[in-house]
């Protein structure tokens, strides 16, 4: 089993331009989850979805949607980039348990 | 609003010391706690769960407290090991987990 994996593993784009990251997981999880890290802060949730179809907004969801149309992956979007974007991304899943997996991030930098 | 208080400054220990990080929170009532390592470069990776109703989880050399009236929980490695060294994630939850922005722990040889 691969878990969690999330492409690409780093980026630079230039303000305004748009990217997609890709996160996918092969263990079947219903839950799963975008976070981003920045330094001096917790992990912060942009968004989630509890199954196949579904998202919902997290802690900090302005400038990026997501969406869910299999089971095995999350996508998310930026449409025009901002600075203030610049960050580590984390995808995450979970089955019913709570424990939360995480991938191993992707590094953006918006200039 | 809900608020993570994890320290800020590194800890650093001797190896084979008893290590304590510790978490805060305020302004809700979580109903389980979880613990997770981070590596650099990586992301975080679960270590423990507890529950409101428990006060001690262990496995192996790591142990948590869960003091709900103090709004606390306590993380310790006994015997370090210079391989412990990490940053270490709080994460309290009631609906969703909310995580702390973690203490970086380096055990020295």
């Known amino acids: 089993n691969a878990g969690v994996t999330q492409t690409p593993k780093f980026r630079v784009l230039k303000t305004g331009q748009s990217m997609t990251l890709l996160c996918a997981q092969d263990?079947?999880?219903?839950?799963m989850y975008w976070y981003r890290q920045d330094p001096g802060m917790g992990l912060r949730l942009i968004h989630y979805?509890?199954?196949?179809?579904?998202?919902a907004k997290g802690e900090v969801p302005d400038g990026y949607n997501v969406s869910r149309l299999k089971k095995q992956n999350f996508l998310l979007g930026l449409e025009s980039a901002a600075p203030s974007q610049t960050s580590v991304y984390f995808c995450?899943?979970?089955?019913?348990?709570?424990?939360?997996?995480f991938g191993p991030g992707t590094r953006l930098t918006v200039l | 609003s809900q608020k993570i208080e994890q320290n800020s400054e590194a800890l650093n220990i001797q190896e084979g010391k008893t290590a304590t990080l510790t978490c805060n929170y305020t302004?809700?009532?979580?109903?389980?706690l979880q613990w997770y390592r981070q590596d650099p470069g990586r992301g975080p990776v679960f270590l423990l769960l507890?529950?409101?109703?428990?006060k001690e989880k262990r496995k192996e050399r790591l142990k948590v407290t869960f003091d709900t009236t103090l709004k606390q929980s306590l993380f310790h490695i006994t015997a370090s090991q210079p391989a412990d060294s990490a940053t270490y994630l709080c994460?309290?939850?009631?609906?969703?987990?909310?995580f702390g922005a973690g203490t970086r722990l380096a055990v020295h040889p």
């Open positions: 995450a899943s979970r089955a019913g348990a709570i424990e939360q997996f």
């Open positions: 263990m079947n999880h219903e839950y």
């Open positions: 979805s509890v199954g196949e179809g579904t998202t």
């Open positions: 302004n809700y009532s979580p109903a389980y």
């Open positions: 507890i529950r409101e109703n428990e």
């Open positions: 994460a309290p939850a009631y609906n969703k987990l909310i």
